[in-house]
């Protein structure tokens, strides 16, 4: 079985949360009271880097990256998302 590998710089205060991208695509839609994320191979893996980066130790509580339909990775007819790190936690 192929492993799949991912990395994110560690969390630099003077920068914030990093995620380099690959330029996927994402779409969220809420369907009934679910949320549904669909995206190719390089925008999951866009996604599951930007949730990396949140959850470095050194990214402060409550840190987050909001998205917005058309930023990459989410397309234009998506619905806004935003990923946290839980300001109660650590």
């Known amino acids: 079985m192929n492993e799949i590998s991912l990395s994110v710089p560690p969390y630099d205060p003077a920068v914030g949360v990093v995620a380099p991208a690959e330029g996927g ?50 397309d234009l007819g998506s619905a806004s998302l935003m990923l946290a790190s839980d300001p109660r936690a650590r």
């Open 25 to 74: 695509s994402v779409t969220v839609e809420i369907v009934d009271d679910s949320v549904e994320i669909f995206g190719d191979p390089a925008g999951l893996r866009d996604l599951a880097r930007m949730l990396l980066a949140l959850s470095d130790v050194r990214a402060p509580k409550g840190a987050n990256i909001h998205l917005d339909a058309g930023i990459n990775p989410l």
